[in-house]
């Protein structure tokens, strides 16, 4: 500042010193506010800030939330979306306009950690990850397992101790991570993919009960893309009964709690033993019953035998041939005397039969003679009747045309003549 030539000794500002001024002003006097508003034109810049206003039915405000605390969201700002923001007044000296710098942002009327469960949830639901068509099926004898947990944890323990108790045939491995805290989310992804790459028959990723955001590292992003995207069966076994993650909508398998996966997944060897029993049992009954049913079969097959061996039907065949050679020898019999009488018969009756049917013959001959001699054209009187032909050809009169040339022929004369003319008789 410098004094002014003004008799009111009033100093004269430039425009960067009143913004400074007004800065102090603003920030001394609005360290931290609360305000509710509803967000709207945010923009996510590439450096990390999210740049935004926040407004009311009659006022609005410009807003900026500078990447440290950006990181620290848990949900994703979304337009139109009513918040409540702990905040400092400042002035950005560059334009003169002032803005409220975010150190915090919760939504209205819901807390932060479940809105960005809910918008993770939808999130990935619309990309089919908890879609029950892709979970894959967990071996009923897995042999080598892989437990993602902390060390220390009772939950290690826990499953340990069921695992010795129901199912010894069991290579397990121990990948030991952080379950709460910033830099957990990253860990058990992380252990997620190394585990996948080892061909174990199933993976599970679990922890002990807790509050919301004790177990807040199983419904981060990071570790349902690790999930999704492992080849190995997973089975989420996080917190209690009550507890639902994100993890347990993707994993192939969820469980209440650890203990409870290892139960799930392992078979109970004492189960195993009354079930061996059992189909032991099942199988000599089983056995008896078919050597028992194999026993009457064979019994039935040799009395079968008996009554259809190859000795009785011979001795059928037998009898049913002395039959026939007894029924054949009577009809031959009774045929022969047969012929025998009627050849005596015929030998009575030829003599006869001979002289009445040359009788016979003769009378037809001597009428056939008669009727030749009848129809012989020597002896049929041929006046007024002659042969038609032409060119040596016997035709008809009615072939005849006018002026065709033809001749007439009788038993002792030829006649060549024309046709002058030709009519009809009716």
Not at 106 to 135: D, H, I, M, N, W
Not at 378 to 397: W, Y
Not at 400 to 409: G, I, R
Request: net charge neutral; with cysteine; glycine share 6%.
């Amino acid at each position: 500042m410098r004094p002014a030539g003004s008799a009111l000794g009033v100093y004269t500002l430039s425009v960067s010193g009143l913004n400074e001024q007004i800065k102090g002003l603003l920030e001394a006097s609005f360290n931290q506010v609360l305000v509710e508003g509803e967000l709207s034109r945010i923009t996510f810049h590439n450096s990390g800030h999210i740049y935004f206003t926040l407004k009311d039915n009659s006022s609005s405000i410009s807003g900026v939330m500078f990447r440290g605390n950006a990181t620290k969201l848990k949900f994703r700002l979304e337009e139109g979306m009513k918040v409540i923001i702990n905040a400092a007044l400042t002035l950005y000296t560059p334009r003169g306009s002032y803005q409220i710098n975010c150190f915090s942002i919760e939504p209205a009327g819901q807390g932060a950690l479940a809105l960005a469960y809910e918008q993770l949830k939808e999130k990935l639901s619309g990309q089919g990850y908890f879609a029950q068509e892709r979970k894959k099926q967990l071996p009923k004898f897995p042999s080598r397992l892989a437990l993602i947990t902390s060390q220390t944890g009772a939950a290690l323990q826990d499953m340990l101790r069921v695992a010795n108790s129901r199912y010894r045939l069991l290579e397990i491995d121990v990948y030991d991570v952080l379950v709460q805290g910033v830099n957990a989310a990253g860990d058990i992804a992380n252990a997620i993919s190394a585990a996948d790459t080892h061909q174990y028959d199933i993976i599970i990723v679990g922890r002990g009960g807790g509050s919301m955001e004790d177990l807040w590292a199983f419904n981060e992003e990071i570790v349902a893309n690790a999930i999704f995207n492992a080849k190995t069966p997973i089975v989420s076994a996080v917190g209690h009964e009550i507890d639902w993650l994100i993890s347990d909508f993707v994993a192939d398998l969820r469980a209440a709690t650890p203990s409870a996966a290892m139960e799930i997944i392992l078979p109970d060897t004492n189960e195993l033993y009354q079930t061996l029993d059992l189909l032991q049992t099942q199988m000599q009954q089983l056995l008896f019953s078919k050597i028992e049913s194999k026993k009457q079969e064979l019994s039935h097959l040799e009395n079968s035998y008996k009554q259809h061996s190859v000795e009785k039907k011979l001795r059928q065949k037998k009898e049913e041939i002395s039959q026939l050679k007894e029924v054949y020898s009577q009809s031959i019999e009774f045929k022969l005397s047969g012929f025998k009488k009627e050849l005596e018969y015929t030998k009575n009756r030829l003599p006869q039969a001979m002289e009445s049917n040359l009788n016979i013959y003769k009378s037809e001959l001597l009428n056939l003679q008669k009727m030749l001699e009848s129809n012989n054209p020597k002896f049929k009187s041929k006046k007024g009747f002659a042969q038609l032909s032409q060119d040596s050809k016997v035709i008809d009169i009615d072939s005849l045309k006018v002026d065709d040339l033809f001749e007439a022929q009788s038993d002792s004369m030829v006649v060549s003549a024309r046709v002058i003319k030709k009519e009809t008789i009716l």
